[in-house]
């Protein structure tokens, strides 16, 4: 399966922070906000991925991350000249997909939890369908919402709707069957001018193929759409990390206990940012 990572987009809404560079590059906790969605793909198994993003801002990204390989993946990137909806990430990536299964992961969410890594790595072996993931929220219609019956099944998801028909949002997370750039394609523009990625899962729903999991409460899913819950994501991050001394979305780490690289790549990584407490974990772990 192979991976995308939409990290596009103005975040108009973190003015004047993002008025010179991408979200997805700001600092969540100690790292750059963007190693935590990679870190999320790492763990479920998936090492080519697919970086999309600005044209202004794609540079930073290949500077940033390079070919992968410092991580154990192979990262390709490619241009979104206009942000036109998340729907737009499976055309764009169509020949990079090339009929494979794949995910598509947005470059603003944080996620934590135990057995998070094995919900990722069941749905990786995916062949038909879509698994997408649920979570509850207290402010549900900023989000795509799933509706239920009183049978407890799923009868649609609705875009950012006025009056959420629940309190179960659609983390950005979706897992989809190699025909999904063709789904995409169909899709028609919203009122908002977006090829909304609601419609994909809809698409799936209508053929009784999407599953719709719910995270368990342990599972913690942050995004960063606002300054309030960027400055969240930041405190959780860098709590869970002084509370235990371990690091969370550490690309090498997985990497490492995942046998994709040696000890010695990561205390060479840990060599170039040693004078930071990152860079120290990565010499210690390749000391070790």
């Not at 934590?112 to 749905?123: D, F, I």
């Not at 995270?215 to 300054?227: H, P």
Request: one cysteine or more.
């Amino acid at each position: 399966m192979k991976g995308i990572l939409l990290a596009g987009g103005s975040a108009t809404r973190l003015y004047p922070a993002t008025q010179v560079i991408s979200k997805q590059l700001l600092p969540v906790g100690d790292k750059p906000m963007v190693y935590y969605p990679l870190s999320v793909l790492l763990q479920a198994g998936i090492r080519e991925v697919l970086v999309i993003s600005t044209p202004r801002d794609l540079p930073l990204y290949q500077e940033l991350l390079g070919n992968g390989s410092q991580f154990g993946m192979k990262l390709s990137y490619m241009e979104q000249p206009k942000p036109e909806g998340l729907a737009q990430a499976f055309i764009l990536g169509e020949a990079f997909l090339a009929g494979e299964p794949c995910c598509l992961i947005l470059g603003d969410n944080v996620f934590y939890g135990q057995g998070l890594a094995e919900e990722m790595q069941k749905a990786t072996l995916l062949t038909k369908g879509g698994v997408v993931f649920g979570y509850r929220v207290s402010d549900p219609e900023r989000y795509g919402v799933v509706e239920f019956n009183k049978a407890g099944k799923v009868v649609s998801i609705e875009e950012k709707p006025d009056k959420p028909k629940s309190h179960f949002a659609i983390v950005g997370i979706y897992f989809f069957d190699g025909g999904v750039a063709n789904v995409a394609k169909k899709v028609k523009p919203s009122a908002r001018g977006e090829l909304e990625i609601t419609e994909v899962q809809n698409h799936y729903l209508r053929q009784g193929t999407l599953r719709v999991h719910l995270l368990e409460r342990g599972v913690a899913w942050l995004d960063t759409g606002t300054y309030e819950s960027w400055l969240d994501a930041s405190n959780f991050i860098m709590t869970l990390q002084k509370r235990q001394g371990l690091q969370v979305g550490c690309l090498e780490e997985i990497a490492f206990e995942k046998g994709y690289i040696s000890a010695e790549q990561v205390h060479a990584q840990g060599q170039k940012i040693g004078k930071t407490a990152y860079g120290k974990y990565l010499i210690e772990l390749g000391s070790e």
